[in-house]
């Protein structure tokens, strides 16, 4: 093995290391570069200068609008009482018996609705709280269910989502957020449905094993408390902000009327989303994307980001619309909301920039070529090159995007040459950028459980089966479809 393969190999598991003990990937991935630099032999301030910042550059000023569009409907979202009305909406709707249902759905529901993960990891957790302990549903499958929402079918899958995971493809491969759409509904469908029979398995073995929501965690043992998110259960008026330290926080009624309106922003994205890619884009005349100054490029690869974009904008005027009184304070948070883009955005470009640094190397061409000899199926070699980088970084968006970087336009070459659809391109890489990016260390899990009160050790073996090896189920569902039927 050459000094540069093991130079890649050190910094990644350097990498994965930092990230896991909570350190910012901001700072470690640069670090974690520059190891791998310095065991290549290659020029350390001109590739940090020339590769790092340029590549993450890129994906910051593609992606930009996205981030912050999603931030401040989060924002707005959780401030409004919306996401928490929706969420309670559906847990009136089906019952506390259904606890884990419940909260899979919610979760699922307010990520395809373009809400971000952190906000609805700490708008679902208080009402699954409430929900597990009227079931009596032990507390330690709480994250995976929340997960089994937020970190799998309805990122990748769901055809439509105004997740990142789902627009990242379409620069790539020409196509729009809906690519594939039967086929990526059938693939949600398989991983909805083998998480929830995992779940109301575990369920019944641990109730069976005597465990319970009232026993008491490992850092309850420890004397510690979670990650506080906002008290939901707090007795608000409809029109009346009131302030959890510096946030203000509003209600919905509770009732079929409240949880509508509260559903509406969510819908409002995903219409908006199908209008502009259906109807408004293509009726429009981009003839001057042609012209350098628009940087000579085709619609196709920007109409993704236009849609999302502009469904996010109209659902937040909606959101302000809806409650005038409100005014001052939500113009407030939209200051705030942008500020929550920064750390994702940033974060995100950051092993971006890392894995640009990585692809550089010349050592690289070896585990690329290995990656591409792994199959001769396009579908195959760009679902395990997605999947594997994914896993790396710990980030889905992330090894996404490097991968594309490295291997995208091979893999669409490939693709043509064999005959497979784009859309199916599409979908595959997008859902398996969603399975082995939840590996331990990455920092949407660790967060989760951070808020739930839960440790590695009590939550992670169910959180890992739920986005990790069932999302491999959706991965193959929709392999085998798209190579017998193509793209529908």
Same mark, same amino acid.
């Given at each position: 093995m050459s000094l540069g393969l093991v130079g890649i190999f050190v910094s990644l598991a350097l990498l994965i290391f930092l990230a896991y003990r909570g350190h910012s990937v901001i700072a470690i991935a640069p670090i974690a570069a520059m190891v791998a630099l310095l065991f290549s032999g290659a020029p350390l301030l001109a590739s940090y200068t020339q590769i790092f910042m340029p590549a993450l550059a890129n994906f910051i000023g593609s992606y930009f609008p996205l981030f912050l569009t999603g931030a401040i409907f989060g924002r707005l979202m959780s401030v409004s009482g919306y996401a928490e009305g929706f969420a309670k909406w559906i847990s009136r709707l089906l019952g506390p018996k259904q606890a884990?249902?419940? $909260?899979?759905?919610?979760s699922a %529901?307010?990520?395809?609705?373009?809400?971000?993960?952190?906000?609805? @990891?700490?708008? @679902?957790?208080?009402?699954? $709280?409430? %929900?597990?302990?009227e079931a009596d549903i032990p507390r330690r499958l709480m994250p995976a269910a929340i997960a089994a929402g937020f970190l799998t079918f309805a990122l990748g899958a769901l055809p439509g989502s105004p997740q990142v995971h789902n627009t990242i493809p379409t620069r790539f491969f020409g196509t729009t957020t809906f690519a594939a759409p039967i086929i990526g509904l059938i693939a949600a469908v398989v991983v909805f449905g083998l998480s929830m029979l995992y779940l109301t398995w575990r369920e019944r073995k641990l109730k069976a094993a005597g465990e319970s929501f009232s026993d008491p965690t490992e850092m309850e043992r420890r004397g510690e408390t979670p990650l506080a998110p906002v008290d939901v259960?707090?007795?608000?008026?409809?029109?009346?902000?009131?302030?959890?330290?510096? @946030?203000?926080?509003y209600t919905v009624p509770e009732t079929?009327?409240?949880?509508?309106?509260? /559903?509406? +922003?969510?819908? /409002?994205?995903?219409?908006?989303?199908?209008?502009?890619?259906?109807a408004i884009i293509p009726a429009m005349n981009t003839s001057y994307l042609a012209e350098a100054k628009y940087g000579n490029i085709e619609v196709a690869k920007v109409a993704g980001i236009w849609a999302v974009t502009v469904a996010m904008? @109209?659902?937040?005027?909606?959101?302000i619309a809806m409650r005038p009184r409100a005014f001052t304070t939500y113009v407030k948070q939209l200051s705030e909301g942008a500020?929550?883009?920064?750390?994702?955005?940033? #974060? !995100? *470009?950051?092993?971006?920039?890392?894995?640009?640094?990585? *692809?550089?190397?010349?050592?690289? *061409?070896?585990?690329?070529?290995?990656?591409?000899?792994?199959?001769?199926?396009?579908?195959?070699?760009? *679902?395990?090159?997605?999947?594997?980088?994914?896993?790396? !970084?710990?980030?889905?968006s992330?090894?996404? #995007?490097?991968?594309?970087?490295?291997?995208?336009?091979?893999?669409?070459?490939?693709a043509q040459s064999q005959g497979i659809d784009m859309e199916v391109m599409h979908r595959i890489t997008s859902m398996a950028s969603t399975s082995f990016d939840s590996l331990p260390h990455n920092g949407a899990v660790i967060t989760l459980l951070l808020v $739930?009160? %839960?440790?590695?050790?009590?939550?992670?073996?169910?959180?890992?089966?739920? #986005?990790? /090896? /069932? +999302? %491999?189920?959706?991965?193959? !569902?929709?392999?085998?479809?798209g190579t017998l039927f193509g793209a529908f």
């Open positions: 884990i249902l419940v $909260t899979v759905l919610a %529901l307010l990520t395809y609705g373009g809400v971000s993960a952190w906000v609805v @990891v700490f708008t @679902v957790f208080p009402i699954a $709280t409430s %929900l597990f302990r259960e707090d007795e608000l008026r409809e029109d009346e902000g009131v302030h959890h330290g510096d @946030v203000p926080h079929t009327l409240g949880g509508l309106l509260s /559903i509406l +922003p969510v819908a /409002i994205v995903v219409a908006g989303n199908a209008l502009m890619t259906y904008l @109209v659902a937040i005027l909606f959101i500020k929550n883009a920064v750390l994702p955005i940033f #974060t !995100t *470009a950051s092993e971006v920039g890392y894995g640009a640094i990585i *692809a550089s190397l010349a050592a690289f *061409a070896v585990i690329r070529d290995n990656l591409f000899g792994i199959a001769d199926s396009a579908l195959v070699t760009s *679902a395990m090159s997605t999947a594997v980088i994914s896993g790396v !970084t710990g980030s889905a992330g090894g996404m #995007t490097i991968a594309l970087n490295a291997f995208g336009e091979d893999l669409a070459a490939l $739930t009160g %839960l440790t590695h050790r009590e939550s992670y073996k169910d959180v890992g089966v739920i #986005t990790v /090896i /069932i +999302p %491999l189920a959706g991965v193959i !569902t929709i392999g085998v479809l």
